[in-house]
Nanobody
Framework: QVQLVESGGGLVQAGGSLRLSCAAS????????MGWYRQAPGKQRELVAT???????NYADSVKGRFTISRDNAKNTVYLQMNSLKPEDTAVYYC???????????????WGQGTQVTVSS
């Protein structure tokens, strides 16, 4: 069984910063891509940023230059540093990991429970 546990959300004023963390645990052989998604009230879940095992990154246009995704493969952990936060960044942020539980298994996506980020104006 695999668990993804996010932390680091909270309430911050516009222009402030937060750092999210997501640690994967359980039966894990290899973690491939990891990423962060967010869902605001009344909206669909959207991609924020992804990172491959080798460190290649991809960002939504709305966060480029403000957010930085990184990962520590030894700790099975992905981070999201969020700077210059705006009220429109308010959402529940979800961690995602594509991983295999053992050699020869097909990769599958797993989700964390989400962490609330609220940016006040």
């Amino acid at each position: 069984q695999v668990q993804l546990v996010e932390s680091g959300g909270g309430l911050v004023q516009a222009g402030g910063s937060l750092r999210l963390s997501c640690a994967a645990s359980g039966v894990i052989f290899r973690i491939n891509a990891m990423g962060w998604y967010r869902q605001a009230p009344g909206k669909q879940r959207e991609l924020v940023a992804t990172i491959t095992r080798g460190g290649s990154t991809n960002y939504a246009d709305s966060v480029k230059g403000r957010f930085t995704i990184s990962r520590d493969n030894a700790k099975n952990t992905v981070y999201l540093q969020m700077n210059s936060l705006k009220p429109e960044d308010t959402a529940v942020y979800y961690c995602n990991a594509d991983l295999t539980p053992g050699p020869g298994y097909t990769g599958a996506g797993y989700w964390g429970q989400g962490t609330q980020v609220t940016v006040s104006s």
